[in-house]
């Protein structure tokens, strides 16, 4: 089907079959809950279809409904991912797995509705699984693996699946759609026990002072860790099931014997790896890293790739103000924590949807091969 990155992620969505919807629009957003919408209405869909009155209220209503025992799902962006932020930690205390799409968008002021990553990023530390999309076709699947990933009792964790505003959200392209069946053994209907049940009580979203608040801090960390092989199972099960594999939390090209390797991810990932062939075919041993899963962070296997580059540089769509890139600090802290030491730039673009060309890309390259250490943005100056 010729289809949209929120299209592609609506049908991901149906594939799955969330017993509960709780929506409420906002750009780049707004076209994911429209199709469900509509694939509700035309009984595509069995779903209640909940229209609430705010972001706030579209994640207090999943987390209600997965109380419940229902398989739900919400989307939001930007400044709605902002408004629902108190819910975030909610959910993931909870331990429930609420799969939500956000549109990666800007975060005012100034007021902006194009595409940075920054409103996810703010919220890295909320206790959900963080993974980003590169094209529609990965949206896709990831609609559908999130919810095995997030509801297996070994993780139990609420998940985030980010698309880049309108880069990928509004971008078309031929995407695979499984049949139903074939989607229906992959993913089982929902069942858990940690849910409210009349006939076997049991106490949800209690409160919890200093002798036990660790314990329960703990076991969602721990959960998160666990996820990385989760990961990897239910990624072996898409590939037997729909004949479509993926490389786990990271995706390596051309690190092999790579001398400056490009850590970014999302959709700008496919333009670094052009330009990284065309390096390549000038005589320079460039690679690219994509990192697909930011929670659980990819540490192991960035020390694994990086660990034999001479430099490496990060490229990334936001900024935490007055220090350098999260995801930079990230890589720097698994390098450090990994006996590795080598320079390693952080370069900002794409920032309120500001383009990111290939010569962008080649002048970080070549910053890379010069050993920068610095943080710098590829557009704009003081304003």
Not at 344 to 356: D, H, P, Y
């Amino acid at each position: 089907m010729f289809l949209s990155g929120n299209e592609a992620f609506a049908h991901g969505v149906r594939l799955a079959r969330p017993g509960v919807i709780s929506a409420y629009p906002i750009t780049p957003q707004t076209t994911v809950v429209e199709k469900l919408s509509e694939m509700v209405a035309d009984g595509e869909l069995e779903s209640d279809f909940v229209h609430v009155e705010s972001e706030h209220s579209a994640l207090s209503c999943a987390i209600g409904a997965s109380a419940a025992g229902a398989r739900t799902f919400t989307a939001t962006s930007s400044q709605g991912l902002l408004y629902m932020a108190e819910c975030l930690p909610y959910a993931a205390g909870g331990r429930f797995p609420i799969v939500m799409m956000n549109a990666n968008r800007s975060t005012a002021l100034p007021w902006n509705i194009y595409g940075d990553q920054r409103d996810s990023m703010l919220l890295l530390d909320s206790g959900w699984i963080q993974a980003y999309a590169e094209d529609g076709q990965e949206a896709l699947d990831l609609a559908v693996m999130a919810y095995r990933i997030a509801e297996d009792p070994r993780v139990s964790t609420p998940f985030m699946v980010n698309l880049d505003g309108f880069h990928l959200t509004h971008t078309y392209e031929i995407v695979d759609v499984p049949d139903r069946g074939s989607a229906d053994s992959y993913l089982p209907p929902y069942e858990t026990e940690n849910r409210i049940d009349l006939e076997n009580p049991r106490n949800l979203c209690f409160s919890a002072g200093p002798e036990f608040n660790t314990a329960f801090k703990e076991g969602e960390h721990r959960a998160l860790l666990r996820t990385r092989d989760v990961v990897a199972e239910a990624e072996d099960g898409f590939l037997r099931a729909f004949g479509r594999g993926y490389p786990g939390l990271v995706d390596a090209y051309r690190c092999d014997d790579a001398e400056f390797v490009l850590v970014t991810l999302g959709s700008v990932s496919g333009l670094c790896r052009d330009v990284a062939d065309e390096l390549r075919s000038e005589g320079v041993r460039a690679g690219v890293l994509r990192i697909r899963y930011l929670r659980p962070f990819p540490s192991e296997e960035i020390v694994s790739v990086l660990k034999g580059a001479t430099a490496a540089g990060v490229l990334e769509k936001d900024i935490s103000f007055g220090h350098a890139g999260a995801v930079h600090t990230n890589v720097c802290s698994a390098l450090f924590s990994g006996g590795v030491s080598i320079p390693v730039c952080n370069r900002i673009g794409g920032l309120g949807g500001a383009n990111i060309s290939r010569s962008d890309v080649r002048r970080v390259f070549a910053d890379i091969a010069r050993g920068e250490r610095d943080v710098a943005f590829l557009q704009g100056g003081p304003a």
